[in-house]
């Protein structure tokens, strides 16, 4: 008997360790962890750094009330500033409430400066932005929002690739288009970098903000610290979450000058956001992902686990329609039946997890070894071969 409300539809199968790549039952099975909390634990299961970081600072200070000057906080805000387009950062503790956050940061931005009704977000028909009611409502998904009523106004929604309907749903309403870089949930769809520079010249003609949802494809997951800066544009108001923590629950919202000038004394808080034992775990994950030397070997390593992948798909045409994704934010878009193909991967110790579109989503940590990736190749072959 499980006292746990039935919202999950849950495998039968639990876990007591973790170390790096894998993952351990109590009866000593041991799984190849391509799921990794969903993109959360980028550095694998008990990163040395991470649980010395956790203990250190386990012991010295936990909570302190916003009300108070952080500095753990300042440090790690100081760090984010430094390594991307952001001026300041507003500290959370999940990607709902980042991207909700990003949310009434553009919002204030024109309320601060005489436009109250400039509000309105366009956002892409079943995106994922989270599970809150507003962010259940700028996904635009009939099955995310069904039963949770009364709709919350104010998000225009426009089909990916659309880009006639976009330009339709502009209005001088409009406050700003947000926009994951790559659909995660979505089905590993990734808004090509001609197409975002083409969101960024359209919000600059039409003098809204572009937000860009960085909280499943951020923070080093593409090979990029941000999966837009491949496309070289700047936005305005990027929320993350996931992967900043590895593992420990921290979401944030990065912002440009201009529309941190709204976000007064007063207007947002968080109880729990950005308390110092988040912020050190935050800080050590930072100094590990942010560097360059990281991030290139992220680019090989899954460069390298690309071109395997695809050509298992030339080997099982009529198994994989399309490898998607870039970096370590895979998608394997299937023929056959996504959920049985996961259970046998799982039967066969790999654990993947699903995304729309019949997409096998695979999300190993970002310094998964060679000789793993292999492995992995290994049992997707195998399970190709014997998919009946
Ligand atoms: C996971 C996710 C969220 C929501 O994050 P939670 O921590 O579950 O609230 C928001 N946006 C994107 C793109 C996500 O992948």
């Given at each position: 008997?499980?006292?746990?409300?039935?919202?999950?539809?849950?495998?039968?199968?639990s876990f007591v360790r973790g170390k790096g790549s894998f993952l351990y039952t109590k009866n000593g099975g041991k799984y190849l962890d391509?799921?990794?909390?969903?993109?959360?634990?980028?550095?694998?299961h008990a990163h040395p750094q991470l649980v010395k970081a956790i203990n250190q600072q386990s012991k010295k200070l936990w909570h302190v009330s916003n009300a108070f000057v952080i500095p753990e906080g300042e440090e790690l805000a100081k760090k984010l500033v430094e390594k991307t387009f952001a001026d300041y950062i507003m500290f959370q503790n999940s990607g709902a409430e980042a991207t909700e956050a990003a949310i009434k940061v553009a919002r204030r931005y024109f309320f601060s400066t005489g436009k109250p009704n400039k509000n309105r977000i366009i956002c892409i028909k079943n995106s994922f932005h989270g599970r809150t009611i507003a962010a259940i409502h700028a996904s635009g998904s009939?099955?995310?929002t069904e039963g949770f009523g009364p709709k919350v106004a104010g998000f225009d929604h426009f089909n990916f690739g659309d880009h006639k309907k976009l330009k339709k749903l502009i209005t001088k309403k409009t406050a700003a288009i947000m926009v994951e870089t790559i659909m995660g949930e979505g089905g590993i769809k990734k808004i090509p970098d001609w197409c975002l520079r083409g969101l960024r010249k359209l919000c600059d003609n039409k003098r809204i903000l572009l937000?860009?949802?960085?909280v499943q494809c951020g923070i080093g997951r593409t090979g990029d610290f941000f999966a837009f800066e491949s496309s070289k544009v700047k936005p305005d108001i990027v929320p993350i979450a996931k992967g900043i923590g590895g593992g420990f629950p921290i979401g944030a919202v990065l912002m440009n000058k201009k529309v941190a000038s709204g976000m007064t004394a007063g207007t947002h808080g968080s109880t729990?956001?950005?308390?110092?034992?988040?912020?050190?775990?935050?800080?050590?994950?930072?100094?590990?992902?942010s560097k360059k030397s990281f991030l290139n070997k992220v680019k090989s390593n899954s460069k390298y686990f690309h071109i395997h992948l695809l050509k298992?798909?030339?080997?099982?045409?009529?198994?994989?329609?399309?490898?998607?994704?870039?970096?370590?934010?895979i998608g394997?878009?299937?023929?056959?039946?996504?959920?049985?193909?996961?259970?046998?991967?799982?039967?066969?110790k790999l654990l993947t997890i699903k995304a729309a579109e019949n997409v096998v989503r695979i999300l190993p940590p970002l310094n998964v070894k060679k000789t793993e990736i292999d492995k992995a190749v290994k049992i997707i072959k195998m399970v190709c071969s014997k998919y009946n």
């Open positions: 008997m499980s006292y746990l409300a039935k919202n999950y539809n849950r495998k039968k199968l391509f799921v990794q909390g969903i993109a959360v634990n980028s550095l694998g009939k099955k995310m937000i860009l949802d960085e729990f956001g950005g308390n110092p034992l988040a912020m050190k775990v935050g800080i050590a994950a930072l100094d590990i992902i298992i798909k030339e080997k099982f045409p009529n198994i994989i329609k399309e490898v998607r994704g870039q970096g370590f934010l394997l878009q299937l023929y056959k039946d996504q959920t049985k193909f996961i259970k046998q991967l799982m039967d066969n």
